[in-house]
């Protein structure tokens, strides 16, 4: 194909014209953050935790920007961890407080002085009565912030938002019980997710299966959306398997509904699957069935302190598509030179796998 660009005369292919249309959003790699919200323990807590669980103390002393701060570094992936409080006020008061007092250690900053624990909603907290303390406190708090983030980089690729529905039992006397998580919740959920984002925002379940009988037949059928259809826009995964049949009951094949479901490969729901520690077998099979896959490339502090890429590099050279740290671009261990990023300070780049082979990173990346 010839076009003439002032006066010269240059040669295209067709291939060059139009390869990075066949890229799809799942041929792509990311980095993302664990527990994103997580600003950190407190210098009260992290006292009461080194006298009473020294290892609790170890694994949870880290630490992350505000959500704008790690999409602006390059995270393309972020979990937020969800507490249901449909009435509100559920978690409005810190047990730790009143242990630290106990304890005799030094109290810290007042807990909830904006009130903002008391309005009804799903709340953002890593550890209930302990690790309570987080960027955003209301699960629509962060979604606005990612939303005004993408608003202003309208071009970026997809922001995948993990959400892990918490309901664990206490450990600390003081803390509520949890409320636990039901089809209602799940409902709840939803509903929330769309007061912030419209379905023009947002990549779900029915637009992978379009009119395939369930996700592993939309995507076989007709693949997951191009990419560059993707771009501004999020979509939602659910972190916990155990909630996938609660999640899709009365949407079978997850009709209807907004998060894809970590579920295994075959079943009706199977688009997203997690392999925290999966080996780079079972991650490229299930990648190559066209799922989407996270994996994690460190855990609890421990190769932050060691400097220990195993489990990094392993994950940056399988195909899993999500790659999740508590170290991404610009968070490098305070301990050692251990960091997660994509070469170049890419956001994004080809997938190692399964991206087309005339994939470009430089076009594959943030535009």
């Not at 810190?94 to 909830?112: E, H, R, S, T, V």
């Not at 799940?186 to 029915?206: G, K």
């Not at 060691?306 to 392993?314: A, F, H, I, S």
Request: net charge negative; hydrophobic share 35%.
């Amino acid at each position: 194909m010839l076009r003439s660009v002032a006066g010269c005369t240059i040669l295209f292919s067709a291939s060059t014209l139009f390869a990075q249309a066949d890229v799809r959003m799942n041929q792509i790699q990311v980095v993302g953050s664990h527990n994103s919200y997580h600003t950190g323990l407190t210098p009260g807590v992290k006292a009461l935790l080194e006298k009473n669980n020294p290892k609790a103390a170890y694994s949870l002393n880290y630490s992350h920007p505000p959500l704008p701060v790690q999409l602006d570094h390059g995270v393309r992936q972020i979990e937020i961890d969800v507490h249901a409080d449909r009435k509100g006020g559920r978690y409005a008061h810190l047990a730790a407080d009143d242990a630290i007092a106990k304890a005799g250690l030094p109290a810290d900053a007042p807990y909830n002085t904006d009130g903002r624990m008391n309005q009804p909603g799903f709340k953002v907290m890593h550890v209930t009565g302990i690790d309570q303390r987080t960027s955003c406190t209301l699960f629509t708090d962060c979604l606005k912030q990612v939303k005004a983030w993408s608003e202003a980089h309208p071009k970026h690729v997809p922001i995948f938002i993990l959400v892990e529905a918490k309901e664990e039992k206490p450990n600390l006397p003081g803390t509520p019980e949890p409320e636990p998580f039901t089809p209602a919740v799940f409902d709840a959920l939803d509903a929330e997710i769309r007061t912030v984002f419209s379905p023009a925002e947002m990549i779900t379940p029915d637009d992978v299966r379009g009119t395939g009988k369930d996700l592993p037949s939309g995507i076989a059928a007709h693949g997951w959306p191009t990419l560059d259809s993707a771009r501004g826009k999020v979509m939602f995964l659910l972190d916990n398997r155990k909630f996938t049949a609660m999640y899709s009951e009365g949407h079978l094949a997850l009709r209807g509904r907004v998060l894809f479901t970590n579920s295994a490969p075959g079943t009706p729901e199977s688009a997203f699957e997690e392999q925290n520690s999966g080996t780079a077998a079972s991650i490229d099979a299930s990648v190559k069935q066209g799922i989407i896959v996270r994996t994690r490339t460190d855990e609890g502090t421990t190769e932050a302190h060691t400097g220990d890429t195993t489990r990094r590099e392993l994950a940056l050279h399988s195909g899993a598509q999500l790659i999740s740290t508590d170290y991404p671009p610009g968070e490098k261990s305070q301990w050692s030179d251990f960091i997660v990023q994509l070469p170049n300070d890419l956001a994004a780049r080809c997938n190692p796998l399964n991206a087309p082979k005339d994939c470009s990173d430089a076009k594959v990346n943030d535009r």
